[in-house]
């Protein structure tokens, strides 16, 4: 049985989307939708999708429920995975969402965020943080440290935790998992999708400088605001 939050997703704002993708592999087990949202507080030193910060930059405003029905157009897409920009400074549109996405189908969700779980739980910064915790089953949290990236694991550095909220995925080794990645060329731009491994970001922009596209997923399909 899907849970379905306690948010009143009747009344959920728009989600200010930066990008959505349908049918990745690299962002969790199974085929999964992944959405990035648009918009962080943490400015982190090396951040792999720096155009996905501002929170006034351009974005898709789309409904809860809309989202929910374009992510599962694939009936083979078996979780949902949210990142961005920082998911719980859209906590109550993305609880909403899944909440949707749930009462059409069984997923799983796994969650990034720059917060730390403890930070969520004590000082949450959001509308709907705890609905959202509620909805999601793994959790990897913390900013990013650019000095901290080893290269492994579906994290982009080790000080980030993975929290089971559930015992949903306890049975992948999510620290452990080599990174995967795919490179797409597109009308004179590169696209990196997936977690890249470490320094091919900076072997990528030598080969085309200044073009490169974070999009953190590999994917079939995908919407760009």
């Not at 930070?119 to 959790?139: A, C, K, Y």
């Amino acid at each position: 049985m899907s849970r379905i939050s306690k948010t009143e997703i009747s009344g959920s704002p728009p989600l200010k989307i930066a990008a959505s993708c349908i049918g990745v592999s690299t962002l969790g087990p199974g085929l999964r939708s992944v959405v990035w949202v648009q918009g962080c507080p943490f400015h982190c030193p090396g951040c792999i999708a720096p155009g996905w910060v501002p929170f006034d930059a351009p974005a898709a405003e789309i409904s809860p429920q809309d989202l929910a029905q374009v992510l599962l157009t694939d009936l083979q897409v078996s979780g949902l995975t949210l990142s961005g920009g920082e998911p719980f400074a859209q906590a109550e549109g993305l609880a909403a969402l899944v909440s949707y996405a749930r009462q059409r189908r069984e997923l799983d969700v796994i969650c990034f965020s720059g917060y730390r779980f403890e930070t969520l739980l004590n000082h949450p910064p959001s509308p709907g943080v705890f609905d959202l915790l509620d909805q999601i089953d793994l959790l990897i949290d913390g900013p990013y440290i650019e000095s901290k990236n080893d290269g492994k694991g579906l994290r982009g550095s080790n000080n980030q935790r993975f929290i089971h909220l559930t015992n949903r995925l306890r049975g992948f080794d999510f620290e452990n998992q080599p990174r995967r990645a795919e490179v797409s060329i597109q009308n004179g731009e590169v696209f990196v999708v997936g977690v890249p491994p470490k320094n091919v970001l900076r072997t990528l922009d030598q080969v085309a400088p200044g073009k490169i596209e974070i999009l953190l997923s590999k994917g079939r399909a995908y919407e760009r605001a």
